[in-house]
């Protein structure tokens, strides 16, 4: 099993390579809790996706940590990595999106079944353990999964969120996410905003935290939908993006795919602003007092 890890982003709202920024004493980012969890979850290989003018500084940084334990990729998300035919718009700097980072790590993945996660967020044990069960338990490729959270474990009190809220059938497969640009924490619960209005939204909603669980099935597909999304003139050509999960979804209403939805209750960690950063520094610091972690991750 391969973890991938999206870590070719900006950053722009935090205002630089958050997911280099050390959140603990022995100077641990985000990325090795989630490295070291799913290395004891039974996952043998990481790929990291980046952006090529970073590979020095991650080589070493994570990778010298990781890779003496596990085995460690890296791809490359390069804005000129597009379907024949297509051109990079003049002007164009941005990235052209997580489904589109995905498919530049095709060749690193190969035909192992994988994860998906961002590089910027702490997910917990219990995430990764339920990812390699599900692996571990399919027998079919078409047969993805995504790990839900509780809406209110996944809100700060420093700003809005982006979030998809998740419509599961009764089987706890899922029917569609729903994308929900600005959250706030209203009370116990949630609240987005809607053109002008502020909509209430149960804190017990399930959400994306884009963390799925994915084979190889999804890159001819993923190949497919690259080629329209390149062809459509629609949109900002220097600033639209093609996401993981609308391909996903796409290959869900085409039944190409079943998506199995696990539903954790871990707490969701993340540095979306600044002030988010000394929240989740005493947050990861008790769990390592309480023994979910030893200190020095890496230490032998």
Not at 4 to 23: C, H, N
Not at 113 to 123: E, P
Not at 153 to 165: K, M, Y
Not at 256 to 267: E, I, L, M, P, R
Request: charged content about 30%; proline content about 3%; overall charge negative.
């Amino acid at each position: 099993m391969t973890l991938v890890i999206l870590a070719a982003g900006m950053g722009s709202r935090y205002g630089g390579l958050k997911q280099l920024d050390p959140i603990t004493e022995n100077k641990e980012f985000i990325i090795d809790f989630s490295v070291y969890d799913a290395k004891r979850a039974g996952f043998d290989t990481v790929v990291f996706i980046i952006k090529e003018e970073n590979y020095e500084l991650f080589k070493e940084t994570v990778g010298s940590r990781v890779e003496p334990y596990i085995n460690t990729k890296y791809a490359f998300q390069q804005i000129d990595n597009i379907p024949k035919g297509f051109s990079v718009p003049e002007g164009r700097v941005k990235p052209w999106g997580t489904a589109h980072a995905l498919l530049c790590a095709k060749d690193a993945i190969g035909d192992d079944d994988f994860a998906v996660i961002n590089a910027d967020d702490f997910y917990g044990r219990d995430t990764f353990a339920r990812l390699a069960k599900h692996f571990e338990n399919s027998n079919n490729k078409k047969n993805f999964c995504m790990v839900g959270y509780v809406l209110r474990n996944t809100l700060t009190e420093n700003g809005t969120v982006s979030r998809g809220v998740c419509t599961l059938d009764e089987d706890g497969s899922l029917v569609e996410i729903n994308e929900r640009t600005k959250i706030r924490v209203c009370g116990n619960d949630a609240e987005y905003l809607d053109g002008d209005d502020w909509i209430s939204l149960s804190g017990d909603s399930v959400v994306s935290m884009n963390c799925w669980g994915l084979t190889s099935e999804i890159f001819p597909y993923l190949e497919a939908k690259m080629k329209e999304f390149m062809a459509d003139e629609s949109g900002d050509p220097l600033k639209k993006e093609i996401y993981l999960p609308m391909v996903v979804d796409a290959m869900m209403k085409e039944d190409k795919c079943n998506v199995a939805v696990y539903t954790t209750t871990s707490q969701w960690y993340g540095v979306t602003y600044p002030e988010d950063k000394p929240h989740v520094k005493e947050s990861i610091a008790k769990l390592i007092d309480d023994g979910e972690y030893k200190k020095g991750l890496w230490n032998s």
